[in-house]
């Protein structure tokens, strides 16, 4: 059974562009948890989804941050607009049954904003 | 709300040595989970171990064990016989176990050095 995997690992934006990051969860898993981890600091809750679903959205940043969970395909974490203070690591975490299981986490996309 | 303090931003070990990692956490609810994880240079976040709050027995995973002192509120990670492969940043997280809680809350972790 793969893990949680995402992808790019790597990705460089210059200020004002785009950046999508993309999660495939756990085979069976229908719940999708992102997280940043700014430099030296833990990672910080940033949405919950489900299947076409956002349950949780409340540790996004209210402008240029979105996310969806299509009912086929990925999970993607778009952010538009991009600026230096937006280059992080981003996890991905995913759960089975619901948000009392226990989430496990993809290797992250470290982004960084020139 | 929960917070989650580690204060120990770096800790040294020989290896084949044991070294423990302190973590506290601050919370009102009587039930609810605690994990470390581990963060190696990859960035993977992996689980090492998880332990329920109701449960008095502390949790074992191989080499690792924790010391939970739910009174003092203090859930500290116990390397035993350190490798050079246990070198990483360690987070300890808190979990509500409230129905439809789910939020992970991290702490700013302790990275870990084992010294050959």
């Known amino acids: 059974n793969a893990g949680v995997m995402q992808n790019p690992r790597h990705l460089v934006r210059r200020r004002g562009q785009e950046a999508r990051l993309r999660c495939s969860p756990m085979?069976?898993?229908?719940?999708v948890y992102w997280y940043r981890q700014l430099p030296e600091e833990g990672l910080k809750f940033m949405v919950y989804l489900q299947k076409e679903n956002i349950i949780d959205e409340s540790g996004m940043p209210k402008e240029r941050f979105s996310a969806e969970f299509p009912k086929e395909g990925p999970s993607i974490l778009r952010i538009q607009q991009v600026v230096r203070g937006d280059s992080a690591a981003y996890f991905c975490?995913?759960?089975?049954?619901?948000?009392?299981?226990?989430?496990?986490f993809g290797p992250g996309t470290r982004l960084t904003v020139l | 709300a929960q917070t989650v303090t580690q204060s120990q931003p770096e800790m040294s070990v020989q290896e084949a040595e044991t070294v423990t990692l302190s973590c506290t956490y601050d919370?009102?609810?009587?039930?609810?989970?605690l994990f470390w994880y581990k963060q190696p240079p990859s960035r993977q976040m992996i689980l090492v171990i998880r332990?329920?709050?109701?449960?008095?027995q502390n949790a074992t995973e191989n080499r690792f064990s924790v010391n939970f002192q739910k009174a003092a509120k203090s859930f500290s990670l116990k390397i035993s016989d350190s490798q050079l492969g246990d070198a990483a940043m360690y987070f300890c997280?808190?979990?509500?176990?409230?129905?439809?809680?789910?939020?992970?809350?991290f702490g700013t972790g302790t990275r870990l050095k084992v010294l050959a």
């Open positions: 919370t009102s609810e009587s039930d609810y989970y």
């Open positions: 975490a995913s759960s089975p049954q619901g948000p009392t299981d226990t989430q496990y």
């Open positions: 085979k069976g898993h229908s719940h």
């Open positions: 332990q329920e709050a109701y449960k008095q």
């Open positions: 997280a808190y979990r509500s176990s409230t129905s439809g809680t789910y939020k992970y809350i």
